[in-house]
């Protein structure tokens, strides 16, 4: 059978006589194939240099996800690519959309955070928050909070789209003349309070009920201080970084340091059994201990270029990077196992991976959605595949 009908066969694509529905469950235990890639919906963009940051979300058989060139959310089919769907926004999504049972709600670069019935082309409410949004709204029993790029935070009411609380950051005054970054990172639940890190950066603690700072502490520092990654809670500290520099993790009851490395990011640290994986600014992937912060290993992208948060499978850890690549590191080593870095440039990664089942979701800085399968034949198959001839990826 030719690497073409072979795919067709697994995942029920044109030609195969019998689609197999659950063809994308499973696990992602093997190096993936490329399937189909798409444009995504809209103009070219006319930039000196084009960025696509909006992270897809894979739901049931469905991709929802946004665009640099147009103002909606798109629902592209999983199998296939095909749009089949819209959701009107005022301006381009740029986050991962929720999916709350019959429901769509995501925030968009004019400010705007919206909730759709699922398939509906009217919204049910919006909410103007008065600066661009960048990061996905965080929903914790019936309350959406969401930060803006305009250093502020708020709580809707999931129902409703009601303003419940709105708190505004003043910048520490001595780091007032330093650059800003644009962007501003998702909320982060803990027990009564809600997290949440700013350009000057501070991390905040809020109270969830009415919004009210219950302490803050100074984490980054150097040229870029903002806190563009999500805090993340591991136990009774916080690991949370810079852009510039550094990476801290913390006591929550004291703030104590308990560990503190010389980088930073704008990625989220992703946590598993006592190491945390971290893509730093410099392009180096970080295997770091959590209980002293000491480094396992390093594993260093091609050209130094900025990743994206790496997305923990049981095949290993995906990321991709701006110089164009995709790839597969093994946890334990810091091995490469796998790439996809194709001949001509596709402009790079910067919007997170998506990865459901046996199926990984990326969308390049071109415009390009790309559809990645983990296939039972193994990593010698897979490879065979991405060698792929144009007319049998679209």
Not at 106 to 122: Q, V
Not at 267 to 294: C, E, K, P, Q
Not at 354 to 364: D, F, K, N
Not at 369 to 385: I, Q, Y
Request: charged letters at 20%; aromatic letters at 8%; glycine letters at 12%.
């Amino acid at each position: 059978m030719s690497t073409g009908a072979a795919f067709a066969a697994v995942l029920g694509l044109s030609g195969a006589p019998e689609p197999a529905p659950s063809s994308l469950d499973g696990d992602m235990v093997t190096a993936p194939a490329l399937v189909w890639e798409r444009d995504l919906p809209g103009p070219l963009v006319q930039a000196a240099k084009h960025v696509e940051l909006g992270t897809p979300l894979i739901d049931g058989d469905e991709v929802l996800l946004g665009a640099l060139a147009k103002d909606a959310l798109f629902v592209l089919d999983r199998a296939s690519g095909t749009l089949t769907h819209s959701y009107p926004a005022k301006g381009a999504v740029q986050s991962a959309p929720i999916v709350d049972g019959d429901h769509v709600i995501f925030a968009d670069s004019a400010g705007y955070t919206f909730c759709y019935p699922r398939g509906g082309s009217e919204p049910l409410w919006q909410h103007y928050g008065g600066a661009p949004i960048l990061s996905s709204p965080l929903l914790v029993d019936g309350v959406l909070y969401v930060s803006n790029v305009g250093n502020t935070v708020y709580a809707l009411d999931r129902t409703t789209g009601a303003l419940d609380w709105r708190y505004v950051h003043d910048k520490d005054v001595a780091r007032a003349v330093r650059l800003e970054l644009y962007g501003a990172p998702q909320p982060v639940s803990h027990g009564d309070l809600i997290l949440a890190g700013f350009h000057d950066g501070a991390l905040v603690a809020l109270t969830k009920d009415r919004g009210v700072r219950e302490w803050q502490s100074t984490v980054g520092e150097g040229k870029y201080t903002d806190i563009i990654g999500r805090p993340v809670v591991v136990g009774d500290d916080v690991i949370v970084s810079g852009f510039s520099t550094p990476l801290v993790s913390m006591k929550l009851d004291s703030r104590n340091v308990r560990w503190r490395l010389e980088t930073g990011g704008s990625t989220d640290v992703v946590v598993d059994d006592g190491i945390g994986f971290f893509a730093a600014a410099d392009g180096n992937l970080l295997a770091i201990d959590l209980i002293n912060g000491s480094t396992r290993w390093t594993w260093e992208s091609p050209q130094g270029a900025s990743l994206t948060t790496p997305v923990l499978t049981e095949a290993g850890l995906y990321i991709g990077t701006a110089s164009g690549g995709l790839f597969l590191i093994d946890e334990e080593t810091g091995e490469q196992e796998w790439s996809f870095v194709p001949g001509v440039t596709i402009s790079g990664f910067t919007a997170g991976l998506a990865i459901e089942g046996r199926q990984l979701v990326a969308v390049t800085n071109q415009g390009r959605v790309m559809s990645f399968v983990s296939v039972e034949d193994g990593p010698d198959f897979a490879r065979e595949a991405n060698t792929l001839p144009e007319a049998a990826t679209r």
